[in-house]
Each structure stands twice: as structure tokens, then as C-alpha cells.
């Protein structure tokens, strides 16, 4: 079956022949659009490297993140589920390898102590981040440059200077480039007909943060129904064959086991565990703060439904819209504007959310944008939503404020005002993008059966 891909592109007027001599040939010879946005990330990524260096992130995740490594370093990757860890594994091997890299040249003795005040291995902890941006950025570039490179470099660039990307992952520290960029090249791989290629990919990105696991029936389901028979077995090798190679440390020395304690990790480990958001201004943040507490996902939402019961039932009905639209859809990639609106939803409607978790939006929107220049405006608006709630949790920025609600701390009438805006601004900008991507399929749809209501009307007779 023949890949629904990028189905149209941009005319380009073909170069004219250099005139002139040596002198003119260089003073005619502009860079082309991917030069030139591959000079935009270098100089980006040197910014980054420099803000790293400087900025000592969310200290208590960078913490984190480095006890993960010293562990690591010191007792093998396959025994760190052995304390209480709640990442996949692509993430450890990434501090373990800046953990080995300080104990060899910094502090060969990694004393507690220096090693979480020290501002270079900080900086290592956040280098996966920096090191995946640009590769998110030249993934837009080359999925959209069917519709010109002038497009492709706009969009590429929104991304790649986009303002909250540079407060979450230089400033902060986080990863969401590393798991947001499997994702997003395992649905081009989709797209684009290469099914073995997004079974590997998504598989990496589930392996890398959970977050990425509400796009696993989408791209399970798009194989199937893509591809049929033999897509779903080519993803499947991908998926095994990538995960395998992941998973070794844990195979070879017969700890597969572990990941048991990896989920009760998730469930147990901090006191947003299990909380209804962890500081995510989505839906849940409104009974946050009316009762002014951090409220448990188990706890009574109406009688014996509980609040993580209505969270997953929300969450299912979006991943059944997206999906029901899988089989009908085309061109194909339009299937980035949906991902963009799941993942907006899903931010806005789970439980255990975190102000950063919106993040996997960016990209999807970034390739919807290239495809429908109104998808810039909810762009722009999760770009806005996302910088404010990282902001108004900084404790960097604003102090103890950053803690949230809480019955012994009242907090300044201006940071609760801040908060309730950014929860209102969320849920409008789902409104849009749902009305917009919903709005688009369904005149697409009448367009291409113009004469289904009236044969409809007609059987009736």
C-alpha cells in the first residue's frame, strides 16, 4: 500500500547560472534555507550551552538526577531500580555516562556533598536535553521541507527559539527534548511508510519518559491501520529489537525483574506520586486550589468514582477521537495536528501531571503549523502556557511561591491570579485546537463526499 505521505509541495524557481567571475560567484551564492538553519542551531545551542553552564536549573530534579548517576556509576545501570528510580532506562544511561565523566575528571572520590554543589556536573546532567533540541528542530525542517524550504525553516526556527523550550531546558535543566524527539520521528516514520523504523522509535520514546505513552495506541493502531498485516510485524521487530538492546544490561545479568519495582516507583516515590497534578495548571488545578491542598488521584471525585477514575476515562475518550479518525485520514500527515490536539488534552484532563509535561506539544504543532499556518496561533499559545507555568514554579524566580498550595502558607494574591490565567488559558487553547483540528477534518470530509447527505436522503425514501 502506497505511503499517504506529504502530498503536495511548494514550486521552486530553479537557480540561475553564476555570471560574473570568482567575485561574483561568492557574492551570489546565499545560503540554502537548511544551511541556514543549521547555522541558526549552532548559535542556539551555544546559548544553551551557556545559560547550562551558569543557571543551576530546578535544583531538587537536578539532585535527583545526579544521585540516579553516582548510583549508577558506582553500582552498574542494571542495579539502579535497586533505590527508588521512576525514569526508564534511556535517561539513566545518559546521567550515568555524565556521572562516570565527573568521577574520572572532577572528583574521583564523588562525595555527596560536592557532587550535588557542583555546578559542572549540573551541567552534564543537562546536556541530553541540549544535545536532542536540535535534533527536534532539523526533524521539523526535514518533514515539512515538501512544502518549501522557506516554510520548513520557520517553523524549524519558531521551535528552536521558542522562549519556553529555552526556560525548560537550558535554564531547568529537564529532558522533554529526548523523549519529544523519538516521538515525533517515530509518527514521521509512520507517515512516511517506514513501519519498522516507528516500532524502534516509539519504543525509545516510551522507554525514555512516560509521558510518552499515550502515543503508543496511536502509533500501534496507525500500523495496523496503515499497513496491515505486514506493518504491524515489521513495528513489532522494531519495537522488540530496540527495547532488547535498551533492556540488555537488565537481561544479560537476569535483573529484568526490576522493572516491577520501576512502577511502584511511579506510584510511591515522591509526595506527587500520586497527587491529582504535580503543579500541571491543567483541570485539576482548580479543586487544588479551591480546597487549597494537594489532593490525592484516589480520593472521591463524586461518591466511589475517584478523581484518577474520571482522569482516565477523559483521557481514553481523546485517544479514541484521534484514533477513530486513523483510518479515513488524508493526507496522512495530518495526523500531526491531531497528535498536537491528544497531547494537549492529555495535559490538560490527567492525573500526576507536571508543569513541564506540555512540553511534547511543541513539536506536533511546530509540523501543523507548516501545514495550516492557523495551527501559529495555538502554537503560540501552548508556547505561552507552558513558559508561564514553568515560571510561576520556579523557586529561582518566585521563591517559596513555587510550592503551590498549601494549608500553612497562604500565597500572595497575585501568584494565585497568575495561576487561575494560566489554567484559563489552557483550557482555550484546547477549545481552539480542538474546534480547529475537529472544524478541518469535518469540511475536509464534506468535500470529499459532496453528495453523501443527499444519498443518505434518498435511501430513506
Known amino acids: 500500500m502506497p505511503a499517504h505521505g506529504f502530498a503536495r509541495s511548494l514550486p521552486i524557481k530553479p537557480a540561475r547560472g553564476m555570471r560574473g567571475g570568482r567575485q561574483a560567484m561568492f557574492a551570489r551564492a546565499p545560503l540554502t534555507w537548511g544551511q541556514l538553519l543549521a547555522v541558526l542551531l549552532v548559535g542556539v545551542v551555544i546559548v544553551y550551552l551557556l545559560i547550562a553552564a551558569v543557571s543551576p536549573g530546578y535544583v531538587s530534579d537536578i539532585g535527583t538526577n545526579k544521585t540516579w548517576g553516582r548510583y549508577i556509576a558506582r553500582e552498574g545501570i542494571q542495579n539502579v531500580y535497586r533505590i527508588s528510580t521512576d525514569y526508564p532506562p534511556i535517561l539513566l544511561f545518559f546521567f550515568g555516562i555524565a556521572a562516570e565523566i565527573y568521577e574520572r575528571f572532577v572528583d574521583p572520590a564523588f562525595t555527596e556533598r560536592t557532587m550535588l554543589a557542583s555546578q559542572l556536573f549540573t551541567f552534564l546532567i543537562k546536556l541530553p536535553g541540549i544535545i536532542f533540541h536540535p535534533v527536534i528542530a532539523g526533524t521539523i525542517y526535514i518533514l515539512v521541507r515538501r512544502f518549501g524550504p522557506g516554510i520548513a525553516f520557520g517553523v524549524a526556527a519558531a521551535y528552536a527559539l521558542n522562549p519556553a523550550v529555552a526556560y525548560d531546558v537550558a535554564h531547568l535543566g529537564q529532558t522533554d527534548p529526548v523523549h519529544a524527539a523519538f516521538a515525533l520521528l517515530a509518527v514521521g516514520a509512520l507517515v512516511s511508510g517506514r513501519p519498522t523504523a516507528a516500532g524502534a522509535l516509539i519504543a525509545l520514546a516510551a522507554l525514555t519518559k512516560p509521558q510518552a505513552w499515550i502515543l503508543l495506541p496511536v502509533v500501534g493502531l496507525g500500523l495496523i491501520f496503515w499497513y496491515g498485516r505486514r506493518g504491524v510485524l515489521l513495528g513489532t521487530l522494531g519495537g522488540v529489537v530496540a527495547s532488547a538492546i535498551v533492556l540488555s544490561p ?62 482516565l476515562g477523559l483521557v481514553l475518550a481523546l485517544v479514541t477521537l484521534v484514533v477513530s479518525r486513523l483510518p479515513s485520514l488524508r493526507p496522512r500527515d495530518r495526523v500531526f495536528s491531531f497528535i498536537g490536539m491528544l497531547v494537549v488534552g492529555w495535559f ?114
Open 348 to 461: 490538560l484532563v490527567t492525573v500526576r501531571a507536571h508543569e513541564n509535561h506540555l512540553f511534547m506539544a511543541l513539536p506536533f504543532l511546530a509540523v501543523a503549523w507548516a501545514l495550516d499556518r492557523r495551527y501559529a496561533l495555538v502554537f503560540c499559545l501552548v508556547s505561552l502556557s507552558l513558559l508561564l507555568n514553568l515560571a510561576l514554579h520556579d523557586p529561582l524566580l518566585v521563591g517559596n511561591v513555587a510550592a503551590g498550595p498549601d494549608p500553612d502558607f497562604p500565597l500572595p494574591f497575585w501568584a494565585v491570579a497568575a495561576q487561575i490565567t494560566n489554567v484559563v488559558l489552557n483550557l482555550l487553547t484546547f477549545a481552539a485546537i480542538l474546534v480547529l483540528t475537529l472544524g478541518l477534518d469535518f469540511r475536509r470530509a464534506r468535500r470529499d463526499h459532496p453528495g453523501g447527505r443527499s444519498r443518505a436522503v434518498g435511501v430513506g425514501r
Open 250 to 311: 537488565w537481561i544479560i545479568t537476569g535483573r529484568l525483574h526490576h522493572a516491577e519495582r520501576f512502577f511502584d516507583a511511579l506510584e510511591h516515590k515522591s509526595v506527587y506520586a500520586q497527587a491529582l497534578t504535580g503543579q500541571a495548571h491543567n483541570l485539576w488545578w482548580i479543586p487544588t486550589l479551591v480546597e487549597w491542598r494537594f489532593i490525592n488521584d484516589w480520593e472521591s471525585f463524586i461518591g466511589p468514582i475517584s478523581y484518577r477514575l474520571v482522569g
